[in-house]
């Protein structure tokens, strides 16, 4: 049996998606080229798009083991929602004639529709043009059903008729468009085609290191709120399954299918890890290693209870955010930590439902697809979340955070021990003061006075947030590159 890396000799790969960029030229050397779909912004060009991406930290250790690699990179200005993407004549040309596999991991909540339907639709059309395409490879999420308890690895036929969903967007708002959920296109094309629905995507677990992430999406956010002592409560369930799945595991989800396959790369069926156990591992290790600039002893209380929840995020977040606020006033600089309350209440309200609910996921085609693997292709691109050890994964994603996102620097821990012990005796203080403790009883009775009254004027019943329906299908596994605060 020809191993992966023998199947990519030679061949020619279009992408999108920086960590599959950096796999597959470290992993298959030989393959001949990689095209990057990249959209061009403002006064930089694709090309200097992609030579900042590869300048990022993730692609350290391709640059020292064999950086003549990145010569092998071919930037290709596109614009996905367009149509024919947007391609010009020359690109376009190049393309049909040469593409031999696609990989399309781009997904997102911020125009939803657009770019997980239209751009899906998009790039399918011009696939059906390629000469010598072998593998269309689409990355979607596991949670886009998720309606169903029980979500096998099919296809579900979409309650919408996906054209006419299309044609209605040229006429609808903005506020239309975002009410609408988008599902998979329904029509299948005459491809050689798989889906891969992973789930919350989170930082690398072995490759290209332990710990890589960049960005503040999906539960990267809360997890340095927690570390800084912002985060102190949060509305999930102890007992929900916290489906993590790191980065690399999904990218390693390379094959080449024989028809239309779904693969639902998930973890709780197989090594189960809950959203309780997340919150002791996450906290332990923020305890031992804590930021250099904490604003409180890291401690998050998870909660169910609705009303519970509602009064903590009024005691805890927004009480200590009026009281931060007006001491930095008080010391001549800016207001922010209401803003950054505000952010971190965005984030939470998009994980609420993944992290209050379980859901069963049948696995059989990965089951399988891991059996026809060869033992080397295993060790490289390795898919079984059996081996991975829950507590180191979450040490090294919360420190990844510290190192990658936050740029802090390993050497910075003492000084972060030395911040926690102020903000100790500072809590101290506040215990022993009567002054210090009138004043922060005052500001939560005030606050809780207002949440009782806010109370009593609703129906009291709760309603999900919308979000969760925008679209779960585009989260590409809860990518969430949408979270954003202005």
């Not at 779904?262 to 973890?267: A, E, G, L, P, S």
């Amino acid at each position: 049996m020809v191993s992966i890396p023998e199947y990519y000799e030679g061949k020619n790969v279009l992408l999108t998606g920086k960590v599959l960029l950096e796999k597959s030229l470290r992993s298959c050397p030989k393959v001949n080229s990689v095209y990057v779909l990249v959209r061009q912004k403002a006064r930089q060009t694709p090309q200097k798009r992609v030579e900042e991406i590869l300048s990022g930290k993730l692609f350290d250790r391709l640059s020292d083991e064999n950086p003549d690699l990145r010569e092998k990179i071919i930037a290709i200005n596109s614009e996905l929602t367009q149509p024919k993407i947007a391609l010009n004549e020359e690109d376009k040309e190049v393309i049909i004639d040469s593409t031999n596999i696609i990989f399309y991991c781009t997904a997102t909540v911020k125009d939803a529709v657009q770019l997980n339907v239209i751009a899906t639709r998009q790039l399918i059309l011009l696939a059906q043009q390629m000469k010598n395409l072998e593998v269309f490879m689409h990355v979607s999420t596991a949670y886009a059903y998720c309606n169903r308890k029980q979500i096998d690895e099919v296809v579900y036929p979409p309650p919408v008729d996906p054209k006419k969903l299309t044609d209605s967007l040229e006429w609808m708002d903005d506020g239309l468009v975002n009410d609408i959920m988008p599902k998979l296109i329904g029509d299948r094309p005459n491809l050689n085609m798989a889906i891969i629905r992973p789930l919350i995507v989170g930082a690398s677990w072995k490759e290209p290191f332990p710990g890589w992430i960049d960005n503040f999406n999906g539960p990267s956010v809360l997890f340095i709120a927690a570390r800084k002592g912002i985060l102190r409560t949060m509305r999930a369930s102890n007992s929900a399954l916290a489906d993590l799945v790191p980065v690399d595991v999904v990218v390693n989800m390379i094959n080449r299918p024989r028809n239309i396959m779904v693969y639902n790369r998930t973890t709780g069926s197989t090594n189960s890890f809950h959203w309780g156990e997340v919150e002791y591992h996450v906290i332990s290790t923020f305890k031992r290693n804590p930021l250099e600039q904490a604003f409180r002893w890291p401690n998050v209380n998870l909660t169910s209870n609705y009303l519970l929840y509602h009064y903590w995020i009024a005691v805890s977040h927004e009480a200590s955010a009026f009281l931060y606020n007006i001491y930095l006033r008080m010391t001549g600089r800016s207001p922010r930590m209401t803003k950054a309350i505000t952010c971190l209440h965005k984030a939470m309200m998009f994980l609420e439902y993944f992290t209050s609910n379980s859901w069963v996921w049948n696995i059989d085609n990965v089951n399988i697809l891991i059996n026809q693997l060869n033992p080397e292709d295993k060790k490289t691109f390795n898919i079984d979340v059996r081996q991975l050890h829950w507590a180191e994964y979450i040490e090294n994603y919360c420190m990844g955070t510290k190192k990658y996102v936050l740029n802090e620097e390993m050497s910075g821990l003492p000084a972060g021990l030395n911040i926690i012990l102020v903000i100790l005796m500072w809590c101290i203080f506040i215990v022993r003061s009567q002054v210090a403790r009138n004043i922060w009883y005052y500001v939560v009775r005030l606050r809780y006075k207002f949440l009782s009254y806010f109370r009593a004027s609703s129906t009291m019943r709760y309603r999900r947030p919308r979000i969760q329906h925008q679209n779960i299908y585009a989260y590409g596994g809860l990518n969430a590159q949408n979270v954003k605060c202005t």
